[in-house]
């Protein structure tokens, strides 16, 4: 049975910056994609960062610059830092696994959508104010 335990995230003032883990169980994070999303109330879930099997990340243009998504193969958890938070980052963040060899690298990792991914964390409340 996969699980993915999320931790971090909080309230911080804008500027700052919060680190977001996801410890997988049952998974082995070195082999797919992974990606974190976030959502607000009243608007869809959208892709903030991608990993791919092989380390390459990509990110939405609103975080670039900002966030770093990571993994750690040996501890298989996933990681967000979030750097120079603003405002309009305040939303529910969600970490994302996807259990599939079709797209584990490069763009076909890095356009998953939402619906492509298999499993989810439970999500946390990120707030910048």
């Known amino acids: 049975q996969v699980q993915l335990v999320e931790s971090g995230g909080g309230s911080v003032q804008p500027g700052g910056s919060l680190r977001r883990s996801c410890a997988t169980s049952?998974?082995?994070?070195?082999?797919?994609?992974m990606g974190w999303f976030r959502q607000d109330s009243g608007k869809e879930r959208e892709g903030v960062a991608h990993?791919?099997?092989?380390?390459?990340?990509s990110y939405a243009d609103s975080v670039k610059g900002r966030f770093t998504i990571s993994k750690d193969d040996a501890k298989n958890t996933l990681y967000l830092q979030m750097d120079s938070l603003k405002l309009e980052d305040t939303a529910m963040y969600y970490c994302?696994?996807?259990?599939?060899?079709?797209?584990?690298?490069?763009?076909?990792?890095?356009?998953?959508?939402?619906?492509?991914?298999?499993?989810w964390g439970h999500g946390t409340q990120v707030t910048v104010s």
């Open positions: 994302a696994a996807y259990e599939g060899y079709a797209c584990v690298s490069g763009s076909c990792c890095f356009t998953q959508a939402p619906g492509d991914f298999d499993y």
């Open positions: 990993i791919d099997t092989y380390g390459s990340t």
């Open positions: 049952g998974y082995s994070v070195s082999d797919y994609c």
